[in-house]
């Protein structure tokens, strides 16, 4: 299997499962991550692998003006929903966490809570956070521990 071939997959699967509810299960990673990196008014924020939106809700609900990035959009209208109970507005865009639609040094903080783990290539992922997030800037992730394996293989792209 090729690295396109790989993603294809890895969309089908994604957009296949009942995510919404594993999200809210999820949230409480997402309300750390934004806790820790302590996101404040204004800051502009990007959220990688958004999902159905828990980390950009509570970044929105914190004043941030958040870029929300997924591989796919089957619960953009979820993320766009949770996030317009607390009054917040989202900019919603597809991409893939390996080659991020946006532009250079334009995020103060940029975080993934349980999304960009998921791409392939981790090195084009690392270089692309980097890459979008300006100097002096904030990137954090919340990711499983290398113990907790849910697949027996890793591709190696
Ligand atoms: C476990 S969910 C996490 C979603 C959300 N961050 C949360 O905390 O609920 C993983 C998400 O990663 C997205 N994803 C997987 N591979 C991706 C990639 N290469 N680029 C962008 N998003 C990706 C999936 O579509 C899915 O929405």
């Known amino acids: 299997m090729n690295l396109d071939e790989f993603k294809a997959v890895q969309r089908q699967v994604w957009a296949e499962s009942d995510y919404p509810p594993v999200g809210r299960l999820l949230e409480p990673g997402a309300r750390q991550l934004v806790d820790a990196v302590g996101v404040t008014d204004g800051q502009r924020m990007l959220d990688v692998a958004t999902g159905s939106g828990s980390v950009a809700a509570l970044a929105g609900q914190a004043g941030a003006p958040v870029v929300d990035i997924d591989i796919i959009d089957a619960w953009f209208d979820e993320a766009r929903a949770r996030a317009s109970m607390t009054g917040v507005d989202l900019d919603l865009r597809l991409g893939d966490a390996e080659d991020l639609p ?56």
């Open 102 to 157: 946006v532009d250079d040094e334009s995020f103060d903080v940029v975080l993934s809570s349980f999304g960009a783990i998921f791409a392939p290539r981790h090195d084009a992922v690392a270089s692309e956070l980097v890459r979008v997030c300006r100097p002096g800037g904030v990137i954090a992730l919340t990711a499983w521990p290398p113990a907790v394996r849910t697949t027996p293989w890793s591709p190696r792209f």
